[in-house]
Structure formats: C-alpha cells, structure tokens
C-alpha cells in the first residue's frame, strides 16, 4: 500500500499545484473538520473528515490541517493532538502515509493556523468551517477551484482503486454472514448487527445507512428502520464499508425457497441484466446510455413476464418501466458514497444538462479512464408508483394487475456492483469477493 500512496500522493500534490498557477494562488489550505452538535445537545454527530482530506491524507481524525504550497516539496501536515483526558485523542501510528507529509503536532488549531498562515501571499481554504482561516489571511477556495478538485478526484489512482478494492473485500464478508442469517430466519435488526460483526465495523464507520429489509419493506428505496421482530421470504441488503477514507456500495437481493418460480426468475433475470451492464463500462461511454439500457431491460422483463401485455414501444412511451424502476443506474464511488463531479462536462464545473426524459439521475457525464462506479439496476413493486400507473386508463388495462398483487408481499430487487473504467474495458470490484 506505501508504494501505491507514494504515487498517489506525487501525482495529487503535482495537480494542487497545477491549480494553485492557474487560480493565482500561493498555498492551498484544506481543514478535516470538527463534528457537529446536535440541536440544544452536548453530543456530537459520527464525524466523517473533509473528503477533500482525505483525498491527500488518509487520516479519519479532527482537527488536522494541511497545507499545500507551489514551493514545497511535501504537503506540510498540522496534526492535531489535543490535552483531553476526557476521550481518546488521535496519534501517529507509524502508518503508510506518514513519511510522505513534512507533519508537525500542535495541540490548539489556533496555534496551528498562526504558524502555517501566509499574510502576504494569496491562500485559499477548503473547510467546512472557513471562520479561522479567515482570521488567518485566508479566503474560502473559489467555486472554479473546488470544480477543479471535483475534477481531479473523479479519476481515481491506483491507490485508490486498491482501497475501495479492499472496502468490497470488506463488506462482502458482511453481505455472506447477512445472507446465511436471513435463510436461518433471522430479523432486520439481526441481519444488520451480524452485518456489522461480520465487515468489522461499527455504525459510525459505515460509510451510509445501510438498508436490510424483508418482504415488502424492500420496496421501501432507502428504507431506514430495521425491525427487531419477524422474518421475511426475500430480503434486500444495501451495504458498504470504508477502508482509509474510500468506501464500497454494494447491494445484494436473495429469497427463500418458497418464493414464486417466477419471481425467482425475475431476479435471475435482473442479475443477468446486471453483468452485462457492468460490461458496459468503459473510457468513452456515456453514463446515460447505461441507464437507458438498463430501463429498456425492465421494460423487457414487464413483457416477458406477463406483467405488461403492450409492446416494447408502448411501454417506453408511456414510461411504464418508471414505475418499477425509479432510480438511476449508479453514481460515482470514492471517498463519498455519491461523489462529486457527476454532472460536470468538464474541470471548470460546467454541468450537463439533464436530460428530460431522465431528470433524476445521479450522474451524466461520460465515463473516462480511472472512473469507479456503481451498476445497481432494480426492480420493484411499489404501491404508490403503481397507483399512479394505474391512473393511465390506457395502459393500466395492459397491466396484469393480479399477477403484480402476487409479487408486491415480496418488495423489489437491486443488485449493485462497483466497476472500474480501465482503458481495456471494465473491472468488477465486487464480484471477486461476493459472486
């Protein structure tokens, strides 16, 4: 891993420092944070750094701050090591990444920005926080610098690529124990805990909420209350894990045998849809027509199943497969869930215009090298999109409506991978670890 983060880290501090000649600045400030408090509570929230830090420096701690100038050789690292006896305090391991900061240890952030700041040069700061870097002769980094480290942070390093690699390895292991409970028979709130167990991660490290849902509640896009009691005949997981700031979003649907042949056979069809959307990925493909692919796929599946009786044409038209398949067909992955850069044409932050047929997906802009993604096509039965379809008095008699009340007690289906854009095509970051 040091020798993938030597490069890395040349590599990123080579372009901060491209971005500091073309924004006429001197040095580039970038804070981790502090957690924020709940309202009128001393408690604070789960506290995630700036990902802008983490994507120079793996260290998950508060308080840190590093600087970034034309001139120096190494990115300079002001630790923050605080006198608290009343929590446990971050501290220099030995790790990796150490070696390649100049790091200095301070104890008050006050101090810090007194020794690091430059009153006579143009500074900028990247923070979710900018009050003291403003007392410091700092301003907030301009909206064109922030588009342009939107930018760079798409394409993602080996490095990278290794740790959100290792993030699948992770949570795969989580997905198996999860799957092997739930055909025991176990509750939502026992497959999330041995979920947890299994990918060796407490709550606040998972990098979002994870959804475990049973029979209908998977149904339920970002269902978010896993219940104590009862058992399900399908189960939905969408889960993922964190390794050194980058993380894995994978989801997995799987059901019992007593499930109707034909549902198995249409979450048979989904995962075969899903591979062969994951083959899509690759340099130059434009993200949308993976989504336009895959929205063509459940309309196929409405007909194939007897659950639309029209054609292929007429459910398009009619936007039929929307019902069953609201969402888009992935996002960006990195060191956020959905990270950023997704709707930019370019490094300046021009955005793409969404197109009007698909005004809610994600991401728009066309893949390129070094790109990681999520492929995560569904099908579901939703009851108030379905009410909606039924308004459509035309379509709505093309419906099998008994056939859709059979499945709708078994909730939806997802399946998601995370897919590298390599120039010789697509990598599965996933499948090697959860088939």
Same mark, same amino acid.
């Given at each position: 891993?040091?020798?993938?983060?030597?490069? &890395?880290?040349?590599?990123?501090?080579?372009?901060?420092?491209?971005? @500091?000649?073309?924004?006429?600045?001197d040095?580039?400030?970038?804070?981790?944070?502090?957690?924020?408090y709940?309202?009128l509570?001393d408690?604070?929230?789960?506290?995630?750094?700036?990902? $802008?830090?983490?994507?120079?420096?793996?260290?998950?701690?508060q308080? $840190?701050?590093?600087? =970034?100038?034309?001139?120096?050789?190494?990115?300079?690292?002001?630790?923050?090591?605080p006198?608290?006896?009343? &929590?446990?305090?971050?501290?220099?391991?030995g790790?990796?990444?150490?070696?390649?900061?100049?790091? %200095?240890?301070?104890?008050?952030?006050?101090?810090?920005?007194?020794?690091?700041?430059?009153?006579?040069k143009?500074?900028a700061?990247?923070?979710?926080?900018?009050?003291m870097?403003?007392?410091?002769?700092c301003?907030?980094? !301009?909206?064109?610098?922030?588009?342009? @480290?939107?930018?760079?942070?798409?394409q993602? !390093?080996?490095?990278?690529?290794?740790?959100?690699?290792?993030?699948?390895?992770k949570?795969?292991?989580?997905? @198996?124990?999860?799957?092997?409970?739930?055909?025991?028979?176990?509750?939502?709130?026992?497959? /999330?805990?041995e979920?947890?167990?299994?990918?060796?991660?407490?709550?606040?490290? =998972?990098?979002y909420?994870?959804?475990?849902?049973?029979?209908? +509640?998977?149904?339920?896009?970002h269902?978010?209350?896993?219940?104590?009691?009862?058992?399900?005949?399908?189960?939905?997981?969408?889960a993922?894990?964190?390794?050194?700031?980058?993380?894995?979003? =994978?989801?997995? *649907?799987?059901?019992? +045998?007593?499930?109707?042949?034909?549902? %198995?056979?249409? @979450?048979?069809?989904?995962?075969?849809?899903?591979?062969?959307?994951?083959?899509?990925?690759?340099?130059?493909?434009?993200?949308?027509?993976?989504?336009?692919?895959s929205?063509?796929?459940?309309?196929q599946?409405?007909?194939?199943?007897?659950?639309f009786?029209? !054609?292929?044409?007429?459910?398009?038209?009619a936007?039929?497969?929307? &019902?069953?398949?609201? $969402?888009?067909?992935? &996002?960006p992955l990195?060191?956020?869930? $959905?990270?950023?850069?997704?709707?930019? +044409?370019d490094?300046?932050?021009?955005?793409?215009?969404?197109? *009007?047929? /698909?005004?809610?997906?994600?991401?728009?802009?066309?893949?390129?090298?070094q790109?990681?993604?999520?492929?995560?096509p569904?099908?579901?039965f =939703?009851?108030?999109?379905?009410e909606?379809l039924?308004?459509?008095?035309?379509? !709505?008699?093309?419906? #099998?409506?008994?056939m859709?009340?059979?499945f709708?007690?078994?909730?939806?289906?997802?399946?998601?991978? #995370?897919?590298?854009a390599?120039?010789?095509?697509?990598?599965n970051?996933?499948?090697?670890?959860?088939?």
């Open positions: 891993m040091k020798a993938l983060f030597k490069k &890395h880290i040349e590599h990123r501090v080579t372009q901060a420092k491209k971005l @500091l000649e073309e924004e006429h600045l040095c580039l400030f970038i804070e981790s944070g502090f957690p924020e709940y309202y509570d408690q604070p929230t789960f506290f995630k750094a700036n990902p $802008h830090f983490n994507f120079f420096c793996p260290d998950p701690g308080g $840190h701050l590093l600087k =970034i100038t034309k001139d120096s050789e190494k990115p300079i690292l002001f630790y923050y090591i006198d608290d006896f009343w &929590h446990e305090v971050s501290s220099l391991k790790e990796f990444w150490e070696d390649f900061f100049n790091i %200095k240890i301070f104890n008050d952030t006050e101090k810090a920005w007194k020794e690091a700041e430059e009153p006579n143009q500074c700061v990247v923070s979710p926080n900018s009050e870097a403003r007392k410091h002769f301003q907030p980094a !301009s909206s064109t610098l922030l588009s342009k @480290l939107h930018w760079i942070r798409s993602k !390093s080996d490095y990278e690529i290794e740790c959100i690699r290792l993030a699948n390895k949570a795969a292991k989580g997905h @198996l124990r999860a799957r092997d409970c739930f055909l025991d028979g176990a509750s939502e709130w026992t497959l /999330f805990m979920y947890l167990l299994a990918s060796d991660q407490r709550e606040g490290e =998972i990098p909420n994870s959804i475990v849902a049973l029979g209908k +509640n998977s149904a339920i896009l269902y978010q209350f896993p219940k104590k009691d009862g058992s399900g005949s399908t189960f939905l997981i969408d993922g894990a964190r390794v050194h700031g980058y993380c894995s979003d =994978i989801t997995r *649907t799987y059901v019992q +045998n007593s499930v109707d042949t034909e549902y %198995k056979e249409i @979450l048979a069809r989904v995962e075969s849809n899903q591979k062969a959307l994951c083959a899509m990925v690759s340099p130059g493909v434009d993200y949308v027509a993976i989504h336009r692919a929205y063509q796929m459940v309309a599946i409405l007909i194939d199943f007897n659950l009786s029209g !054609s292929l044409e007429e459910a398009l038209a936007k039929v497969p929307f &019902h069953f398949y609201p $969402h888009g067909i992935g &996002h990195g060191i956020q869930v $959905h990270d950023v850069g997704a709707k930019q +044409n490094s300046s932050g021009t955005t793409i215009n969404q197109p *009007t047929d /698909f005004p809610y997906l994600r991401t728009l802009r066309t893949i390129q090298a790109d990681v993604l999520t492929i995560e569904g099908f579901y =939703i009851p108030l999109l379905l909606q039924k308004k459509n008095e035309s379509i !709505s008699k093309k419906v #099998n409506w008994a859709i009340e059979k709708s007690q078994y909730g939806g289906i997802r399946i998601e991978d #995370n897919v590298v390599l120039k010789s095509g697509s990598d970051l996933t499948r090697p670890f959860l088939p």
